[in-house]
């Protein structure tokens, strides 16, 4: 049970290029997120998705996208990488627990610098 | 929105003393309050939550509390050890408790 997994670890870009970020869980659950962590400035919300087949914007969703492919599987990509987006990215997942409340449970995270 | 407030940022102590870490949250819908545990080039682990519904929990050597009238919750750590020093996080569900705001968290250093 190898919870959440994320790949790359490390990602170096140059301005413009795009990538895909790869995050899978295996705890069956049925929401998946994505944030960025920047110095003093806590996680972010970038996407999240409440549900096969269903995806929301969070906090800081521009210049991303996502596609939750399966149940296991949410991926995060950049189009067109910016300075901007140097950042850790840690993808979450979670379900209902006793009710209305969701644990999250986080992933190693991915450093993406652009320069 | 939802803003979550975290204080201090960085905190010392001497191993064995106690450690409190505050967070005050904005939106009265919150209904849910984790606590998170980031060491060095990991991602964050749960350590305890507490719900709305109580106003206090234990875990061996960490304790949350609650005051929703005054809308802040804060994480007790006693008897620290080196291997608490970490950064933690606070955060406050929104939106139906699927999301979460984060505090900006605060480095723990225990000093031997």
């Known amino acids: 049970n190898a919870g959440v997994t994320q790949t790359p670890k490390f990602q170096v870009l140059k301005t413009g290029q795009s990538m895909t970020l790869q995050c899978a869980q295996d705890?069956?659950?049925?929401?998946m997120y994505w944030y960025r962590q920047d110095p003093g400035m806590g996680l972010r919300l970038i996407y999240y998705?409440?549900?096969?087949?269903?995806?929301d914007k969070g906090e800081v969703p521009n210049g991303y996208n996502v596609s939750r492919l399966n149940k296991r599987e949410f991926s995060l990509r950049l189009e067109s990488a910016a300075p901007s987006q140097t950042s850790v990215y840690f993808c979450a997942s979670s379900d209902r627990v006793a009710g209305a409340y969701y644990e999250q449970y986080f992933g190693p995270g991915t450093r993406l610098t652009v320069t | 929105g939802e803003n979550v407030e975290q204080h201090p940022s960085t905190l010392s102590v001497q191993e064995g003393d106690s450690a409190v870490i505050k967070c005050t949250y904005s939106?009265?819908?919150?209904?849910?309050f984790p606590w998170y545990k980031q060491e060095l080039g990991k991602g964050p682990q749960l350590i305890i939550d507490i719900r709305s519904n109580v106003g206090e929990k234990k875990d061996q050597r960490i304790a949350v509390t609650l005051n929703k009238t005054a809308k802040h919750f804060s994480l007790h750590i006693t008897e620290t050890q080196p291997e608490d020093s970490a950064v933690y996080f606070c955060?406050?569900?929104?939106?139906?408790?699927?999301?979460?705001?984060f505090g900006q968290g605060t480095r723990l250093t225990i000093n031997p």
């Open positions: 955060a406050a569900s929104i939106g139906g408790a699927q999301k979460l705001v």
């Open positions: 939106d009265s819908a919150s209904n849910y």
């Open positions: 705890m069956n659950h049925n929401s």
């Open positions: 998705s409440a549900s096969e087949g269903t995806t």
